[in-house]
């Protein structure tokens, strides 16, 4: 075969195996959410996920949190589960902003947790139609992509992959350095390039006050979803979009300023799959086993 042939096909292979993942947190993103998510769940719970597990994951939830992302070739059709798009405007409103580009009602990461959600409550009637492993994954990794603030952002942009910027000296988009950069770099710059040294970092800022608050919301499912992705939106233009243009770079100003609402929105969308999940195979007495199982665990650390 032509030298320079030969070249050009391990240049394409290889940038399409390393391209940037868009619309979701990258891998690091998902499996944060999901391991701190663990820790709060019952005995009950955790055991019903595992059941559901496929075998491959061991038990541990986290290593299927971005399963839906390497399905989004295979499933092209769930590719607008992962976020929702507005019209450029600084809110969301579900019967404006939750559809896909054919205007299909509910086809947005809003409606997909809700979705999953009730498909895992016939969880324990065999003569549910639902692949309830896959049901489980999808939730798992649309709850953290609901919390990653472009995901629920302005169509024009693409939820900010059109938008150039160069991540301190590097080329990149804004969707992707709210994925993946600044995850990076705080583990480069902070955690010693070690992912439970930065888990173990965001769960220590998990106070009582918080997980009271993050986990209330007063109403079904469908309002609690439509708050997470009214947070979204606020913070990708209160943070993500702000002081932002095409080609500009960001450096230490951006990341020291939006580094904190990375770290929070990871551990809320945590504490929020947690409790949906107990909602979900643990019935009704949900909060109080909550704060009892992360009483329970905090003391055996
Ligand atoms: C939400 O959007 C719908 C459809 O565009 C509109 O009828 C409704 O008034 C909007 N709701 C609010 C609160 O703006
Ligand atoms: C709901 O789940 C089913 C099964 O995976 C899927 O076919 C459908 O597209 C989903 N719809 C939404 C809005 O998530
Ligand atoms: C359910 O989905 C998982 C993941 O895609 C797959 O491995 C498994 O074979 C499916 N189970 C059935 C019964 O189709
Ligand atoms: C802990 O909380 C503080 C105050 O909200 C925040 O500035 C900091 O970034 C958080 N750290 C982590 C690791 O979540
Ligand atoms: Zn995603």
Known sequence: ??????????????????????????KEGHFMVCKIAEQYLTDKTLSAVSDLLPAAAEGDLASVCSWADQMRFRYRWASPLHYIN???????????????????????????????TGQLQAYGDSSNGYNLTESLMFLAHFVGDIHQPLHVSFADDEGGNTIVVHWYRRKSNLHHVWDVSMIETAMKDYYNDDLSTMIEA?????????????????GKLATCVNQYATESINL??????????????LG??????????????????????????NEIFDGSSVDTKLRLSTAARAIQI
Not at 96 to 115: L, T
Not at 264 to 277: N, S
């Open 252 to 277: 230490d100003t951006y990341f020291f300023s939006r580094l904190p609402v990375v770290q929070e929105r990871i551990a809320q969308g945590a504490v929020r799959l947690a409790k949906i999940l």
């Open 86 to 116: 507005t019209p450029g405007v600084c809110n969301f409103n579900y019967s404006r902003d939750c559809h896909n580009s054919n205007g299909e009602k509910d086809v947005c990461v809003a409606g997909a947790i809700s979705n999953y």
């Open 202 to 218: 965001i769960k220590m800022n998990i106070t009582a006050d918080k997980l009271d608050q993050w986990e209330t919301c007063s």
């Open 236 to 249: 990708a233009c209160e943070y993500a979009y702000k002081d932002v243009k095409q080609d500009s770079t």
């Open 1 to 26: 075969m032509d030298l320079l042939l030969l070249i050009h096909i391990i240049l394409v292979v290889s940038l399409i195996v390393g391209a940037p993942q868009a619309n979701a947190w990258g």
